[in-house]
């Protein structure tokens, strides 16, 4: 096979792992791609150089693409998502002084239940509460938004959500600026290890099933040479199931570590990766399984349900016509594609291409193309549920 | 007089803010503001009502500048990145000169041309300067590694510094190498013989 050189572009984060174990371990020189990564300095910088072709593919926030779709912020681009590059791996986390309030109140800092530490949170703070967020197009501000929506607070109109660059995120709660952040690891992790604060809840306490990033590329790149998009597609599957051998994580949190990916140390990397968090600066350990999911569930999978959800929350908050947003949006994800390159592999794929988002209360076995697969959980902690038959 | 454009330049470098400065001023009547590097970056913005905000595109704050472009109540001016749909080649030469700029809706696209060309050179400029020092490092850092390759060799076959260098470049000439990069190789491994 001849090799195709890609140029892919990445933030610095736990989650673009698999792009980095796809060139790192291999798989992508097996499926005959010379992979070559670049970190971006953020993420609106790497939307550019993805709109204008500087890079072939990137690790991006899933509502990027179907924010482009809905033409709000950024160069005008067709940017598809062609696999879902990881499921959760968010963490909520407070100022010292707020976790300091919450202690005297006996919360036990359970890491676990988004009623109880969304309460508690709101009855300590006076005043809007200032949450930073790495980008206004992402999962953690929909995550914020459900949640203390969900609990009864007017948004987002009582609530100030700031952007706040991830590495920025320890010293903004430090100077005060804001009072919580929702963050991507290891950001949250090196708040803590810096004691400028405390986590609160992991991302999946929100909603368990929130599809975090995607692999973006260009249509026009994609249908210029599907085969070389449906290499790509697999060199990350690969990589994605080498992440879910737990033997692995040691090796992938050293990959991690190094200065060209993430640069943080490989132990504060491992917490990620394994699930294991360090939740306050005093050292209290909290274990969440599904943390952070790259494979299992067929997690790969882009559900248009998923980007239809995206769609409808994006929509509501900017007073666009929600219909017409789930139509542009349905395109973005593109299942269809991500079906055509996992054919000849051993992945076992759902039947159907959309699900009831939040419907998964337990691991469920579903009709599959090998009758072998079954989903991870993906319920909302409010037990909302989205029918994406009823959106448009 | 409401003709001057009100411009925003986000440049936490004093000399390079006010060379920006400098440029955008004589390229028009406009008024120009400089902000340095704050992580209250949209509020510090918004006090001063910008018709255009101009930063550098690899700046790691710039996605705070996306929030302008979300408009939060009927009071607020729309912001986008610029792009001059007419114009291809100007926002190409604007991202490659690393100059990225959002400006608020509606301004025509004649009134902006000359502040994204005079923002377009300076940028330019800056990153001439910048591949410059960038490779007087590099050669600096490549010529300290030969050193200490030709150091290795001197001792390890007890010659002199004219003749540690012929291996070095017959080495690279037989790869399809650098003599640097065979200096480095050589010089990262050493460690594992002693």
Not at chain 1, 74 to 97: H, K, T
Not at chain 2, 10 to 23: F, G, H, N, Q, S
């Amino acid at each position: 096979m001849s090799t195709v050189t890609l140029e892919a572009g990445f933030i610095p984060l736990v989650d673009c792992a698999p792009l980095a174990i796809a060139r790192e371990i291999g798989f992508a020189e097996e499926e005959g791609l010379n992979l070559e990564l670049s970190p971006a300095p953020s993420w609106s910088s790497l939307r550019d150089q993805l709109a204008l072709g500087q890079i072939d593919a990137a690790h991006m926030l899933a509502p990027v693409p179907i924010a482009m779709a809905l033409g709000l912020g950024g160069l005008p681009a067709d940017i598809d998502a062609l696999a879902i590059m990881s499921i959760n791996g968010n963490v909520v986390g407070v100022s010292e002084a707020i976790a300091a309030r919450l202690d005297t109140q006996d919360y036990g800092f359970d890491f676990e239940d988004a009623t109880i530490a969304g309460k508690a949170l709101m009855a300590t703070t006076q005043g809007r509460l200032r949450v930073g967020v790495p980008f206004p197009f992402s999962i953690h501000a929909e995550l914020v938004f459900h949640w203390l929506g969900a609990l009864g607070m007017r948004v987002p109109q009582e609530l100030d959500v700031r952007t706040v660059p991830p590495p920025q995120m320890a010293q903004a709660l430090a100077n005060g600026e804001i009072d919580a952040f929702c963050v991507g690891e290891p950001w949250g992790s090196i708040a803590v290890e810096g004691g400028h604060g405390a986590l609160l809840l992991p991302g999946a306490a929100i909603w368990a099933g929130a599809p975090e990033k995607v692999l973006a590329a260009r249509r026009d790149w994609v249908e210029a040479d599907r085969a070389r998009a449906e290499q790509l597609i697999r060199a990350v599957w690969r990589a994605q199931r080498w992440l879910a051998r737990p033997e692995n994580l040691s090796t992938a949190s050293d990959i991690l570590a190094r200065s060209d990916y993430v640069g943080v140390s490989a132990d504060v990397i491992e917490r990620a990766l394994t699930g294991q968090l360090v939740v306050t600066a005093d050292g209290r350990r909290r274990h969440v399984p599904g943390f952070l999911r790259f494979f299992d569930g067929a997690a790969g999978f882009p559900w248009r349900s998923q980007a239809l959800w995206i769609a409808d929350r994006l929509a509501g908050r900017t007073g666009l016509d929600r219909s017409m947003a789930a139509r542009s949006a349905r395109r973005v994800f593109r299942s269809d594609l991500y079906r055509a390159a996992l054919d000849r592999t051993t992945a076992d794929l759902p039947g159907a291409s959309e699900k009831v988002e939040g419907a998964i209360l337990e691991p469920t076995p579903v009709a599959s193309q090998r009758g072998t697969l079954t989903l991870a959980r993906d319920a909302f902690f409010d037990g909302t549920v989205f029918d994406p038959e009823h959106s448009e | 007089m409401t003709n001057a454009l009100s411009i925003v330049v986000v440049e936490p470098d004093a000399d390079r803010a006010r060379l920006i400065a400098e440029a955008l001023e004589s390229a028009g009547e406009n008024s120009v503001h400089l902000i340095g590097s704050e992580s209250s970056l949209s509020r510090a913005i918004a006090t001063h009502d910008p018709d255009i905000v101009l930063i550098d595109i690899a700046h790691p704050s710039r996605d705070v500048l996306e929030e302008l472009t979300l408009v939060s109540s009927p009071l607020e001016r729309p912001v986008a990145m610029f792009v001059d749909r007419s114009d291809d080649a100007l926002t190409r030469a604007a991202i490659e000169a690393g100059v990225s700029a959002y400006v608020v809706d509606g301004m025509r696209p004649d009134r902006i041309r000359p502040i994204i060309d005079a923002a377009i050179t300076r940028f330019q400029m800056f990153q001439q300067m910048r591949t410059e020092l960038e490779a007087t490092k590099r050669a600096l850092e490549e010529r300290k590694i030969i050193d200490r390759a030709k150091g290795l060799i001197m001792k390890a076959r007890g010659v002199e510094e004219e003749e540690a260098y012929a291996p070095l470049r017959r080495t690279a000439m037989d790869q399809g190498k650098r003599v640097a990069e065979v200096a480095a190789a050589l010089v990262s491994t050493a460690g594992l013989l002693s």
